[in-house]
């Protein structure tokens, strides 16, 4: 796969014409069944592009991570897909249907096709294993083929890539520091070199200095193997330096979703602008912030309508009726996507779940 | 030697200014000089054979001060020992060396009485609330557990009920009918760490120790946290230290920046200098490794990674020391762009700079006279006036 891999992405028109290699559609989970089932995510529609790095962001219980979990099968009950498709790509190949594979398919396109590194990744090594051990399983099940020298081979290789000396391949987990695990952690979803790697706040627990090492040498591995990232974190100011094209979710939707940058410069969904609004500046002027008030929707007791209303400072008399739908945002399409028609398209232009646009929209139209 | 080079200090600037204060300031309340704390690290059946016992330096040579109505910040990376210094404070374990001093005189809390004396004045706030709270109590017991413990309970319970209501009013939990009799899982992140705030405002302290409050909760509450902290600060005039691994929220928050690496102070002084004149090159690390947004906003949507590509060779790209045999001289010199030969060797004395700011760093030494050998580093070096 890494084979053809760089020619690509040298040089990317945009991120927003690259093909899609990952298709959400109206993806709903509940957790429960029958009456007490909690809806954690709502028809969520999301497109993941060749190459590109997708930020996810939202609050604890936004359904960030439930929606890793859903694309990649790995929803555990009471976790429950109650609709939705999700098409995957491979390579000049026809678009394949996750939620239809059988266990058997499933176990061939989990961690080849897509891996994840899971939330709170520094503890998920197992303590009694080295890293060797843990990095050549993969290998063992994946490429039988390979011959136990082979394996060691490449497990050395995982680990220079991820700049950490393959003299500690012997090493226990609890030898290796916060961010050596989590290193150890990209390298193992690395090993198959898939197409897609899911980080699940990869570098929550860790440091700036060493975050900022760790994307670093991601976002280098991104261009040396052209897989995709979907980045998950709550830290929204991260995602602006490092994603192409951000989703910001709420209350198990997608509340607005657009280039980084865009979203920094205009975010048009209050949420948005809220949880901008809530890092301090490390320069400028030092404001007065406010972050948002209120607290994340408890998802046994979801407000009607617009999830966010009772947190939102703009709201008005539809927020509290009707639930707003993503929709496109026309008139704010970027250099980048004025070629599309991003009436019909909605994943090429910026789009945004809020009424308030929604009026903007009808007074321009 | 921080503590002669304190002495020497010329008359503060008017005003409240972070780290130039003399020492009869009345309105320091905490203040720690020269602390070290060295945790022992278990023998190993070698060690046991013969061979010096080892230690981990978790925090060496640490002084500060804590002033009433001022936040100063405490920011490093994990294992700097910023939670060790909280807890030194708090007097939570005994200082391998230095002197803790509340209003003053030592104070060197033992256990029972003595501690809870202290306590009365010095609270701490832990980070996770979803630990600190104990999930078989309600709201309403571990408020009167610390109302009680503080003699604060009043008597009858009249008076317990309302000092209770006025608590939670101070943490902005209204109307307080609803979260008394509520379980810690019941309420949200941001309630549970006020709760916690609430506990700990229960004993009327004088000085609040926040070790990184507001890191496990959710982005969109954290400042408001913070916000409740600053009024708090303000209307109970509070001394707060607020440790935290993010410099942006130290900028906005806090009066006075401290910098903490392996152990050491590295730089210290009014928050918006530190944070945009950095002088030390640890604090120009991490305020370049800080998320800013502002640094791609003019590129395009994947100009995040533009920069960052040649960037893998840089020195930096190490790891903090072990600090059970921290590196000789200044601890930052195997990852320091800018380390000289005598960083190898020697460890920098602080070195005041412009507008009370301080940085324990050998590119401030202005004396020009390089000791040749030996000579340990004597603190009066350092009057060095870099901007």
Request: proline share 8%.
């Amino acid at each position: 796969m890494s084979t053809s891999a760089t020619s690509p992405v040298s040089a990317p028109p945009h991120a927003a014409t690259r093909p899609p290699v990952l298709e959400i559609g109206g993806l709903s989970v509940d957790y429960g069944v029958g009456d007490g089932a909690v809806r954690a995510l709502h028809d969520v529609d999301l497109t993941l592009r060749r190459g590109e790095v997708l930020g996810l962001a939202g609050e604890s219980g936004s359904g960030k991570s439930t929606l890793a979990y859903a694309v990649t099968r790995l929803l555990s009950p009471p976790g429950v897909i109650t609709g939705g498709d999700v098409r995957y790509h491979p390579r000049g190949g026809e678009p394949v249907d996750v939620l239809a594979m059988t266990p058997g398919e499933l176990r061939a396109f989990r961690w080849q096709e897509v891996s994840i590194v899971f939330q709170g990744a520094m503890n998920s090594l197992n303590p009694v294993h080295t890293v060797r051990t843990q990095l050549t399983d993969v290998l063992k099940a994946h490429r039988p083929q390979m011959s136990r020298a082979e394996r060691v081979g490449r497990a050395r290789e995982l680990l220079s890539l991820v700049g950490i000396s393959p003299d500690r391949l012997g090493a226990y987990p609890h030898q290796l520091s916060g961010g050596m695990r989590q290193r150890v952690m990209i390298a193992m979803a690395l090993a198959l070199e898939p197409e897609i790697v899911v980080m699940d706040e990869p570098t929550t627990a860790l440091d700036v200095v060493m975050q900022r090492q760790i994307l670093r040498q991601l976002v280098r591995l991104r261009e040396e193997l052209d897989f995709s990232v979907v980045f998950i974190t709550h830290d929204i100011s991260l995602l602006i330096e490092f994603s192409d094209r951000i989703a910001i979710m709420y209350g198990g939707r997608v509340v607005e979703q657009a280039g980084a940058a865009e979203i920094y410069r205009d975010p048009r969904h209050p949420y948005s602008h809220g949880l901008l609004h809530s890092f301090p500046a490390l320069h400028g002027p030092r404001r007065e912030l406010t972050g948002i008030p209120g607290s994340p929707p408890d998802l046994r007791a979801m407000p009607s309508g617009c999830a966010f209303h009772p947190r939102c400072p703009k709201a008005f008399e539809p927020c509290g009726l009707r639930t707003p739908h993503l929709a496109p945002v026309p008139g704010t399409g970027t250099g980048s996507d004025t070629d599309t028609d991003t009436g019909n398209d909605t994943e090429t232009g910026r789009s945004v779940a809020c009424w308030l646009n929604d009026d903007r929209r009808d007074g321009e139209a | 030697m921080s503590e002669e080079h304190s002495e020497e200090r010329a008359a503060p600037p008017p005003g409240r200014d972070p780290g130039t204060a003399p020492e009869h300031d009345g309105r320091v309340v905490l203040e720690a000089e020269g602390v070290s704390k060295h945790f022992p690290v278990r023998r190993g059946a070698r060690a046991l054979l013969g061979g010096k016992r080892r230690a981990v330096h978790a925090v060496d040579d640490v002084s500060l001060r804590l002033r009433r109505g001022s936040v100063t910040a405490l920011v490093g990376e994990s294992g700097s020992g910023k939670s060790t210094v909280a807890r030194l404070l708090a007097q939570l374990y005994p200082a391998t060396a230095g002197e803790i001093r509340l209003d003053g005189r030592p104070a060197r809390a033992g256990r029972g009485r003595a501690f809870r004396a202290y306590c009365r004045h010095v609270q701490l706030i832990f980070q996770d609330p979803f630990a600190s709270l104990n999930p078989v109590h309600t709201v309403r017991y571990h408020l009167t557990r610390a109302l009680r413990i503080h003699g604060r309970a009043g008597s009858g319970a009249a008076e317990l009920e309302k000092a209770l209501a006025a608590l939670l009013e101070r943490v902005q939990l209204t109307p307080a009918s609803r979260y008394l009799d509520a379980f810690p899982h019941e309420l949200s992140g941001g309630q549970r760490q006020r709760v916690a705030i609430a506990r700990a405002m229960a004993a009327d302290p004088r000085v609040l120790l926040a070790d990184e409050p507001v890191s496990m909760l959710d982005v969109s509450i954290r400042l408001g946290v913070l916000n409740l902290l600053r009024d708090l600060k303000e209307r109970l005039d509070l001394a707060i230290l607020y440790i935290t691994h993010d410099i942006a929220s130290a900028r906005y928050f806090a009066d006075e920046t401290l910098v903490m690496y392996a152990g050491r102070m590295v730089e210290g002084g009014d928050s918006e200098t530190v944070t945009q004149r950095p002088a030390h090159p640890y604090t120009r690390l991490l305020l370049a490794s800080a998320p800013d947004p502002d640094r791609v906003t003019g590129a395009a949507g994947d100009g995040g990674d533009a920069g960052d590509a040649g960037e893998t060779a840089d020195p930096s790209a190490s790891e903090p020391p072990s600090l059970i045999s921290p590196p000789a001289g200044c601890r930052f010199h195997p990852r320091c762009p800018l380390a000289m030969e005598r960083c190898r060797d020697r460890t920098p004395p602080r070195f005041d700079l412009d507008g009370g700011q301080w940085a324990a760093c050998w590119l401030y030494d202005t004396s020009g006279d390089v000791p040749a050998t030996g000579s340990a580093p004597a603190a009066g070096t350092g009057r060095g006036s870099a901007s």
